[in-house]
């Protein structure tokens, strides 16, 4: 969005708000109208919490596919967006928040801005450990209880070690010398 459309829209909107406002209390009166403002702000809380947990479920899947969820993100976004829309009060925002729940609207959405959109995916950063642990980037091994064993009488007090000790003291593996 350009710079010189954001200060445009921050007068426009609550312009067109306070002219809602005032048309539709005009019409129907003011309790019913502020009625229908708290509403629209709980109908669209539920709205979110319906479509957001199945999109997580979709992004879920997605990546246990070993695919990227681009148009995933990029509906989680614009349902963030539709949430805020419906709990900032006026009518002219709940329209167009209730508009971003719509799949069809959100995929045209989606269509218009797929080529401008670049989701990177990057590696976890661990690897492997010595013993098959996953290696953190700061050198500690994360062992499973089934990786270790521990001699008998080994305590910290007694001067025995257990065999990931042994191999610290050989040397082997990576910072810390694990």
Do not use: C
């Amino acid at each position: 969005m350009r710079f010189s459309l954001i200060p445009f829209l921050l007068l426009a909107i609550p312009l067109a708000e306070i002219a809602a406002f005032v048309v539709i209390g005009g019409q129907i009166g003011v309790w019913a109208t502020l009625g229908m403002v708290l509403l629209t702000a709980v109908v669209g809380s539920f709205l979110l919490r319906w479509q957001g947990i199945g999109l997580f479920n979709r992004i879920n899947s997605e990546m246990r596919a070993n695919r990227v969820p681009g148009r995933e993100l990029v509906h989680g976004v614009m349902l963030l967006v539709a949430g805020v829309l419906l709990l900032t009060p006026g009518f002219v925002t709940d329209s167009l928040g209730f508009l971003l729940f719509v799949p069809a609207i959100r995929d045209g959405v989606w269509r218009l801005v797929k080529n401008r959109v670049v989701v990177q995916t990057m590696s976890s950063g661990f690897s492997s450990g010595p013993h098959g642990g996953p290696r953190t980037p700061d050198g500690v091994v994360d062992l499973d209880a089934d990786e270790y064993e521990r001699q008998p009488g080994n305590s910290p007090g007694n001067g025995d070690t257990d065999r990931l000790s042994d191999h610290r003291r050989n040397g082997k593996g990576g910072a810390n010398g694990l």
